[in-house]
């Protein structure tokens, strides 16, 4: 082995050089790519958007035709998905590095403009703008520091984004006018022919788990998320919202026309392949239906309520551009010309004509298209019945609030009258969270000495380590030197974003302080940790965790032993086992959702048939939906460790194991006393890290329980940091919580790593 | 090296073990090929058969033709590669450090690249924007690039020096005493014999940047620079995803990764460190 060190030192020269030659090129290649931008002269605009497909490729044309008449500009648009946007944009605007534009819904202007990010585009137009669009189209909020003095924030281009249902004509020639008649078309098209319990068409089907969905039930009773108080004041508790959840649950289980479970995908899934014969959904989806082969898809208003009398009615809302308020005047000045052409009258006709949306300018109303085409007068039915969305920022707090309840209620744990009840209390308590004012505690300067105070304690404890530092750099720079560049770039990376989190940590930023955020001590951290919550999911985040590495490890040292020996196909089979983690999570964890699907996923018919167990309705309860979370989780983690066991293995020489054969050893004994101890110095890092990601790994469970399904009871503490931060502005709170799921990782890791020690020299 | 011959029992428990979990492994993503070869553009279906009825090739070749697939892929491939390089030349002479001498802050070095990996996700997205535009990162690949070896490289350290450590020192002090300087002894007995430690290395920071995208969806704010993941989100839309697209694109983002698996396997499995304790 010891062979080539004869002739070392011309050798030694010419080795030095290739590293050298390939430090610098690494570097060239480096530089190369920092120095690679546009060479384009033009003003860039950016443009965020959450348009759908299909929209995305009118908006492009818009910006084709823009850019041909206006060579001085560049317009870029890019999508984002829609939570993206909202919490992407606060932080982009602050740090000065947003788009001009953003374009979406007006339900997210108020927190915008509560923070200050967005800018009054009002100069930029006539006082004759208000007459050329119709009502409630643009969107004005009174100025912070003059509330006489109105800002428009938002300039639609279209106005609708409101439900409406859709029937498939092959099995339905006269759409319901009013819900009595919608049961006995359900009913008449609910079938199970061979009847197998599992329904080969349904009557109707929706996303019942947004509770957006539910709105139209909710005005078909009369009732609306805030009362008529002109204050945005939950209305939830109300005898409306009882009846309206009533009919819901009505609708399947008195009357069994709708599946037991469906998502968004699912409905869609099912109304597309001729399953269902009607769907409630928005004017986004409708061309699509109208396009899908197989199916003959109408669109029509929602029924009267037969009760009532009164029509359910959507909620409509314009979407449009709203102008960054940290955009430079040169800038701004561009992309108003941009927002001028795209919600020009020209535009919108092409806008109507292409896929089929109502415009927002009146001018427009009377393009002939409008008048002719079938699915647009029905769509201006719907939105006549329908009601504008709310603007305020409270709306946030009331679908939070909604959101976990309607689907405890669709699960079966609530009643109707106690969700309502739920409903509406942690509406209220999510309003207070939402506008709450911090106390002011002691001054910023306290804080400051504490941390300085804190450093200095760490240089005295330390010292005895500070003053040997220079002389062992000294004496041996080669291992400094090796250490440094990785260091050097970590530390870049890792040391501004820590230290920032720790003064969000003790700061009031929210909603209401965003930008004049200023340091309130302890107050976030008392709070974490009052909450019981708190504990309830860290116990379930700890489960999480000690399963899945279990499951990881066991599954990857079990494969990684079952291929490395003397077998056929290993080739075949390694690729194969390697396949979960070579696919990109965000693709198989939706795939992983809709195996657990209870009427067609993959689980329930194999447990089913094979092995003849009752099918799970895996997320209308905690349990199975932690599980399946679970499931998930553990799949794409095992070819991992797999991996790096198998990298372990590799590396234990033959001769031990046929020492251990010679002295008589069996097989379970080789693997005790061999391969467990001369793999564990290559798994140890890889465990302690699994467990680490692990515990905080946001995107699985987000995934595979949509967000936290069913009502919010999936959460690990990652997820459950995400709601708390971005969906309801709360920074501060959401950073201390942050820091105390570091702080757990942080004492886990030092006791495991200090037992670990202990081993480490009988091995090292 | 000779190859015992297992007992019958024993080869057959392995296949039955193999044949389970590879089945296990393969039929989700057996799924998206499904749906990638659906003819509309649905995510379930009631129909269980992984070849769908009607199917066709029409999703990829709209991807392949109609959309600047292969521009993301060039992308992407570009940042990946350059990441894994750099990645593993500082975690192998970093990892090296730390395995071979004690020097002072090794142990809190050793906790500190621990430490990176405790943050949670959230806590990074305010203060990473304000990174970005302070460095002026925003649409480079640069950007991108530091972030992905930084996140990378505490595993990747760890992993090395954890490989380092299963090869005893006798090697080097051998080689020293044969006249080879500290860095020679390093790079000519040391590197050779931990190429399996490597080649994990270079696919753990391959991946990372392969399939990353919170970061790079914040860095890149222009479509030419997009990177394979955020074009494939880009199909995507909350309540209309084109899944046809979405799925093909993911079998065949997953392919480079099969194949860069497969070629290093290679050396999984040449030995590299059989025999290194023979001396």
């Given at each position: 082995m010891v062979m080539a060190q004869v002739d070392t030192s011309a050798r030694q020269g010419e080795s030095r050089l290739s590293i050298v030659t390939l430090a610098l090129l690494l570097f060239g290649i480096f530089l190369s790519f920092a120095g690679c931008q546009q060479s384009d002269e033009r003003q860039v605009v950016t443009i965020w958007h959450q348009m759908v497909p299909r929209e995305r490729e009118a908006l492009n044309r818009l910006i084709e035709q823009f850019e041909a008449t206006h060579s001085a500009i560049r317009v870029r648009a890019l999508y984002k998905e829609t939570e993206e946007l909202r919490s992407g944009f606060q932080v982009a605007a602050l740090a000065g590095i947003g788009p001009e534009l953003v374009y979406g819904p007006s339900d997210v202007l108020g927190a915008f403009h509560a923070m200050g990010i967005v800018k009054d585009m009002a100069p930029w137009f006539s006082e004759q703008i208000e007459d050329e669009f119709l009502e409630g189209a643009l969107t004005y909020f009174p100025a912070a520091d003059d509330p006489r003095r109105r800002e428009l924030v938002q300039i639609s281009d279209r106005l609708g984004n409101h439900l409406a249902l859709v029937y498939n004509r092959d099995f339905i020639a006269t759409p319901p006018q009013t819900t009595d008649e919608l049961i006995e078309l359900g009913?008449?098209?609910?079938?199970?022919?061979?009847?197998?319990?599992?329904?080969?068409?349904?009557?109707?089907?929706?996303?019942?788990?947004?509770?957006?969905?539910?709105?139209?039930?909710?005005?078909?009773?009369?009732?609306?998320?805030?009362?008529?108080?002109?204050?945005?004041?939950?209305?939830?508790?109300?005898?409306?919202?009882?009846?309206?959840?009533?009919?819901?649950?009505?609708?399947?289980?008195?009357?069994?026309?709708?599946?037991?479970?469906?998502?968004?995908?699912?409905?869609?899934?099912?109304?597309?392949?001729?399953?269902?014969?009607?769907?409630?959904?928005?004017?986004?989806?409708?061309?699509?239906?109208?396009?899908?082969?197989?199916?003959?898809?109408?669109?029509?208003?929602?029924?009267?309520?037969?009760?009532?009398?009164?029509?359910?009615?959507?909620?409509?809302?314009?979407?449009?551009?709203?102008?960054?308020?940290?955009?430079?005047?040169?800038?701004?000045?561009?992309?108003?010309?941009?927002?001028?052409?795209?919600?020009?009258?020209?535009?919108?006709?092409?806008?109507?004509?292409?896929?089929?949306?109502?415009?927002?300018?009146?001018?427009?109303?009377?393009?002939?298209?409008?008048?002719?085409?079938?699915?647009?007068?029905?769509?201006?039915?719907?939105?006549?019945?329908?009601?504008?969305?709310?603007?305020?920022?409270?709306?946030?707090?009331?679908?939070?609030?909604?959101?976990?309840?309607?689907?405890?209620?669709?699960?079966?744990?609530?009643?109707?009258?106690?969700?309502?009840?739920?409903?509406?209390?942690?509406?209220?308590?999510?309003?207070?969270?939402?506008n709450r004012k911090s106390s002011t505690g002691p001054a910023a300067w306290i804080w400051q000495l504490t941390g300085i105070l804190l450093i200095a304690g760490l240089v005295v404890w330390q010292r005895q380590s500070l003053i040997e530092f220079l002389p062992d750099v000294r004496r041996q720079p080669f291992a400094y030197l090796l250490i440094a560049p990785a260091l050097a770039t970590i530390g870049l990376t890792v040391v501004f974003p820590f230290f920032y989190n720790v003064a969000l940590s003790l700061s009031d930023m929210s909603l209401s302080n965003f930008q004049d955020w200023s340091i309130i001590g302890l107050q976030n951290y008392r709070e974490v940790l009052s909450e019981a919550m708190f504990f309830w999911v860290l116990l379930k985040t700890l489960v999480w965790t000690a399963v899945n590495v279990l499951f990881h490890v066991g599954i990857g040292v079990l494969l990684a032993i079952a291929i490395n020996g003397p077998i056929r196909g290993k080739m075949i089979y390694r690729i194969l086992l390697i396949i979960p983690w070579a696919v990109p999570a965000y693709i198989t964890a939706l795939t992983w959702r809709s195996m657990f699907h209870f009427d067609y996923g993959a689980v329930n018919l194999l447990a089913s048939n094979l092995l003849g167990i009752d099918p799970i309705n895996w997320w209308n309860d905690p349990g199975p939906a932690f599980t399946a979370c679970i499931v998930a989780n553990v799949w794409l983690g095992y070819p991992f460790m797999m991996v790096i066991a198998l990298g372990g293995l590799q590396g234990i020489p033959g001769e031990l194991y046929e020492a251990a054969r010679i002295d008589g050893a069996t097989r379970w004994q080789q693997f005790c006393n061999v391969t467990l101890p001369l793999l564990k110095p290559v798994l140890a890092p890889a465990v302690t890290l699994g467990a680490i990601w692990t515990f905080n790994n946001l995107n699985v469970i987000w995934l595979v329980s949509n967000g936290g399904e069913p009502a919010d009871k999936t959460h690990i503490l990652v997820s459950y940091v995400y709601k708390a931060v971005f969906n309801l502005y709360r920074y501060g709170y959401g950073s201390a919580l942050s820091m105390v799921i570091f702080a757990i990782l942080l004492v886990a890791s030092l006791v495991s790593l200090m037992r670990s020690r202990a081993t480490e020299n009988v091995y090292g | 090296m000779d190859k015992p011959t297992e007992p019958r029992t024993v080869s057959l428990l392995r296949h039955a073990i193999l044949i389970l979990f590879a089945a296990i492994s393969v039929y989700p993503v057996l799924t998206v090929v499904s749906i990638s070869l659906r003819p509309s553009n649905q995510l379930q279906s009631t129909d269980l058969s992984i070849i769908p009825e009607g199917w066709s090739f029409d999703s990829y070749v709209e991807l392949l033709a109609e959309e600047p697939f292969l521009r993301w892929l060039g992308n992407s491939l570009l940042v990946a590669t350059l990441v894994t390089l750099t990645g593993v030349a500082m975690a192998a002479i970093g990892g090296y450090a730390l395995s071979r001498f004690k020097f002072i802050g090794r142990q809190a070095t050793m906790l500190a690249l621990l430490t990176t990996q405790m943050f949670p996700a959230t806590m990074l997205l305010l203060p990473l924007y304000l990174l970005i535009a302070k460095l002026h990162l925003v649409n480079t690949f640069l950007g991108l690039m530091i972030f992905y070896v930084s996140t990378a490289l505490p595993f990747c350290i760890w992993q090395m020096k954890g490989f380092y450590d299963t090869i005893p020192t006798s090697l080097e002090?051998?080689?020293?005493?044969?006249?080879?300087?500290?860095?020679?002894?390093?790079?000519?007995?040391?590197?050779?014999?931990?190429?399996?430690?490597?080649?994990?290395?270079?696919?753990?920071?391959?991946?990372?940047?392969?399939?990353?995208?919170?970061?790079?969806?914040?860095?890149?704010?222009?479509?030419?620079?997009?990177?394979?993941?955020?074009?494939?989100?880009?199909?995507?839309?909350?309540?209309?995803?084109?899944?046809?697209?979405?799925?093909?694109?993911?079998?065949?983002?997953?392919?480079?990764?099969?194949?860069?698996?497969?070629?290093?396997?290679?050396?999984?499995?040449?030995?590299?460190?059989l025999g290194a304790v023979k001396e």
């Amino acid at each position: 082995m010891v062979m080539a060190q004869v002739d070392t030192s011309a050798r030694q020269g010419e080795s030095r050089l290739s590293i050298v030659t390939l430090a610098l090129l690494l570097f060239g290649i480096f530089l190369s790519f920092a120095g690679c931008q546009q060479s384009d002269e033009r003003q860039v605009v950016t443009i965020w958007h959450q348009m759908v497909p299909r929209e995305r490729e009118a908006l492009n044309r818009l910006i084709e035709q823009f850019e041909a008449t206006h060579s001085a500009i560049r317009v870029r648009a890019l999508y984002k998905e829609t939570e993206e946007l909202r919490s992407g944009f606060q932080v982009a605007a602050l740090a000065g590095i947003g788009p001009e534009l953003v374009y979406g819904p007006s339900d997210v202007l108020g927190a915008f403009h509560a923070m200050g990010i967005v800018k009054d585009m009002a100069p930029w137009f006539s006082e004759q703008i208000e007459d050329e669009f119709l009502e409630g189209a643009l969107t004005y909020f009174p100025a912070a520091d003059d509330p006489r003095r109105r800002e428009l924030v938002q300039i639609s281009d279209r106005l609708g984004n409101h439900l409406a249902l859709v029937y498939n004509r092959d099995f339905i020639a006269t759409p319901p006018q009013t819900t009595d008649e919608l049961i006995e078309l359900g009913k008449k098209n609910t079938i199970d022919a061979d009847g197998d319990g599992r329904y080969e068409r349904y009557g109707l089907v929706w996303n019942f788990v947004e509770p957006f969905f539910a709105i139209p039930f909710l005005t078909g009773h009369g009732g609306w998320v805030f009362d008529d108080s002109g204050q945005p004041t939950p209305a939830l508790d109300t005898p409306e919202c009882v009846a309206a959840l009533e009919m819901i649950l009505a609708l399947r289980d008195e009357h069994g026309i709708v599946p037991r479970s469906c998502d968004y995908e699912t409905a869609d899934s099912l109304f597309k392949s001729g399953s269902a014969a009607m769907i409630i959904n928005g004017d986004w989806s409708w061309v699509d239906y109208l396009e899908t082969k197989g199916i003959d898809a109408a669109i029509a208003p929602l029924p009267i309520v037969s009760s009532t009398g009164r029509p359910m009615g959507p909620m409509v809302s314009p979407k449009g551009y709203s102008l960054n308020g940290f955009a430079d005047a040169e800038a701004a000045q561009s992309a108003m010309e941009f927002v001028r052409f795209a919600t020009g009258e020209q535009s919108q006709r092409e806008l109507l004509n292409e896929i089929r949306i109502l415009p927002s300018r009146k001018a427009v109303l009377q393009d002939p298209v409008l008048l002719s085409d079938p699915t647009l007068s029905a769509s201006r039915q719907q939105l006549a019945n329908g009601r504008m969305m709310p603007v305020d920022t409270e709306l946030r707090a009331v679908w939070d609030a909604m959101r976990p309840h309607y689907q405890s209620l669709l699960g079966g744990k609530l009643t109707a009258t106690a969700a309502a009840k739920a409903m509406q209390q942690d509406a209220l308590r999510g309003i207070k969270l939402l506008n709450r004012k911090s106390s002011t505690g002691p001054a910023a300067w306290i804080w400051q000495l504490t941390g300085i105070l804190l450093i200095a304690g760490l240089v005295v404890w330390q010292r005895q380590s500070l003053i040997e530092f220079l002389p062992d750099v000294r004496r041996q720079p080669f291992a400094y030197l090796l250490i440094a560049p990785a260091l050097a770039t970590i530390g870049l990376t890792v040391v501004f974003p820590f230290f920032y989190n720790v003064a969000l940590s003790l700061s009031d930023m929210s909603l209401s302080n965003f930008q004049d955020w200023s340091i309130i001590g302890l107050q976030n951290y008392r709070e974490v940790l009052s909450e019981a919550m708190f504990f309830w999911v860290l116990l379930k985040t700890l489960v999480w965790t000690a399963v899945n590495v279990l499951f990881h490890v066991g599954i990857g040292v079990l494969l990684a032993i079952a291929i490395n020996g003397p077998i056929r196909g290993k080739m075949i089979y390694r690729i194969l086992l390697i396949i979960p983690w070579a696919v990109p999570a965000y693709i198989t964890a939706l795939t992983w959702r809709s195996m657990f699907h209870f009427d067609y996923g993959a689980v329930n018919l194999l447990a089913s048939n094979l092995l003849g167990i009752d099918p799970i309705n895996w997320w209308n309860d905690p349990g199975p939906a932690f599980t399946a979370c679970i499931v998930a989780n553990v799949w794409l983690g095992y070819p991992f460790m797999m991996v790096i066991a198998l990298g372990g293995l590799q590396g234990i020489p033959g001769e031990l194991y046929e020492a251990a054969r010679i002295d008589g050893a069996t097989r379970w004994q080789q693997f005790c006393n061999v391969t467990l101890p001369l793999l564990k110095p290559v798994l140890a890092p890889a465990v302690t890290l699994g467990a680490i990601w692990t515990f905080n790994n946001l995107n699985v469970i987000w995934l595979v329980s949509n967000g936290g399904e069913p009502a919010d009871k999936t959460h690990i503490l990652v997820s459950y940091v995400y709601k708390a931060v971005f969906n309801l502005y709360r920074y501060g709170y959401g950073s201390a919580l942050s820091m105390v799921i570091f702080a757990i990782l942080l004492v886990a890791s030092l006791v495991s790593l200090m037992r670990s020690r202990a081993t480490e020299n009988v091995y090292g | 090296m000779d190859k015992p011959t297992e007992p019958r029992t024993v080869s057959l428990l392995r296949h039955a073990i193999l044949i389970l979990f590879a089945a296990i492994s393969v039929y989700p993503v057996l799924t998206v090929v499904s749906i990638s070869l659906r003819p509309s553009n649905q995510l379930q279906s009631t129909d269980l058969s992984i070849i769908p009825e009607g199917w066709s090739f029409d999703s990829y070749v709209e991807l392949l033709a109609e959309e600047p697939f292969l521009r993301w892929l060039g992308n992407s491939l570009l940042v990946a590669t350059l990441v894994t390089l750099t990645g593993v030349a500082m975690a192998a002479i970093g990892g090296y450090a730390l395995s071979r001498f004690k020097f002072i802050g090794r142990q809190a070095t050793m906790l500190a690249l621990l430490t990176t990996q405790m943050f949670p996700a959230t806590m990074l997205l305010l203060p990473l924007y304000l990174l970005i535009a302070k460095l002026h990162l925003v649409n480079t690949f640069l950007g991108l690039m530091i972030f992905y070896v930084s996140t990378a490289l505490p595993f990747c350290i760890w992993q090395m020096k954890g490989f380092y450590d299963t090869i005893p020192t006798s090697l080097e002090e051998a080689a020293r005493i044969d006249g080879c300087g500290q860095f020679d002894a390093f790079l000519r007995v040391i590197l050779p014999v931990a190429v399996p430690g490597l080649v994990i290395t270079a696919l753990f920071s391959f991946m990372t940047a392969w399939s990353e995208y919170i970061v790079a969806a914040q860095v890149l704010q222009d479509s030419q620079l997009f990177t394979l993941p955020l074009g494939i989100k880009s199909f995507q839309a909350s309540m209309s995803t084109q899944w046809g697209l979405y799925a093909a694109a993911s079998i065949l983002v997953s392919l480079p990764v099969v194949i860069v698996f497969l070629a290093l396997s290679k050396y999984l499995v040449s030995g590299m460190t059989l025999g290194a304790v023979k001396e």
